[in-house]
C-alpha cells in the first residue's frame, strides 16, 4: 500500500509563508492535493494536481497566494503557501487519487491514501 508522509508544517507570523512536502512511497496516484481541516470546521479541499502537471486546482481562498508543483523523480508534491493568514490555520492533509472521476480534479473527490496531517498556525 502507498503511504504518503508529510512535512512542514510549524508556527508562522501572518504574511509569512511556509512549504508543506508530501513524499509517496512511489507513483500511484492520478492526482494528488492538500486539504485542510480548522477545529470544528469541515474539510477543504484547497489545492490539486495532477501527477503529469498538466492540471492543477486551487480553491478560491488560496488561489494567488499557495502554489502546487510536483517533482516525479521524487514521487514527492510541494506546497507553497505565502501571504499567509490567520485563517489559514488548521490540519493540512497531503491525499492520492488513483484515478480521475467524472467531476474534473477541482472536486476534491476520488481521494483514497492520506497523510498523517501537519499542523500550520499563523499567529496574527
Known amino acids: 500500500q502507498v503511504q504518503l508522509e508529510e512535512s512542514g508544517g510549524g508556527l508562522v507570523q501572518a504574511g509569512g509563508s511556509l512549504r508543506l512536502s508530501c513524499a509517496a512511497s512511489?507513483?500511484?496516484?492520478?492526482?494528488m492535493g492538500w486539504f485542510r481541516q480548522a477545529p470544528g470546521k469541515e474539510r477543504e479541499f484547497v489545492v490539486g494536481?495532477?501527477?503529469?502537471?498538466?492540471?492543477?486546482y486551487y480553491a478560491d481562498s488560496v488561489k494567488g497566494r499557495f502554489t502546487i508543483s510536483r517533482d516525479n523523480a521524487m514521487n514527492t508534491v510541494y506546497l507553497q503557501m505565502n501571504s499567509l493568514k490567520p485563517e489559514d490555520t488548521a490540519v493540512y492533509y497531503c491525499?492520492?487519487?488513483?484515478?480521475?472521476?467524472?467531476?474534473?480534479?477541482?472536486?476534491?473527490?476520488?481521494?483514497?491514501?492520506w497523510g498523517q496531517g501537519t499542523q500550520v498556525t499563523v499567529s496574527s
Open positions: 512511489r507513483r500511484s496516484f492520478y492526482s
Open positions: 491525499a492520492g487519487a488513483p484515478y480521475a472521476t467524472s467531476r474534473g480534479l477541482g472536486s476534491g473527490l476520488g481521494y483514497d491514501t
Open positions: 494536481i495532477t501527477w503529469t502537471g498538466d492540471y492543477t
